[in-house]
């Protein structure tokens, strides 16, 4: 089983200026492991709650 204690990206994605109204439902359904197994082994405190920090980082790409 991978350690869940090393940083890993559960969740990448390029989205345009339309995309981008599927973001918060994207994210959502990424944390779920039903949707994504990646979450699966991610340690949770009592509460349910994943530990550890979670990073949003938004481009933007001017087109080429």
């Given amino acids: 089983m991978p350690s869940a204690n090393r ?3 559960i969740f990448v994605k390029e ?6 109204y ?8 990424t944390m779920m492991g ?4 990646a979450v ?9 709650y994943i530990e ?7 481009i933007w790409t001017p087109k080429s």
């Fill in 7 to 9: 940083i890993k990206a």
């Fill in 15 to 20: 989205y345009n200026g339309e995309s981008l």
């Fill in 22 to 29: 599927n973001l918060a439902r994207d994210v959502s359904e």
């Fill in 34 to 37: 039903e949707y994504n197994p």
């Fill in 40 to 48: 699966e082994n991610l340690p949770i405190d009592k509460y349910g």
């Fill in 52 to 58: 550890g920090t979670i990073t949003v980082q938004i």
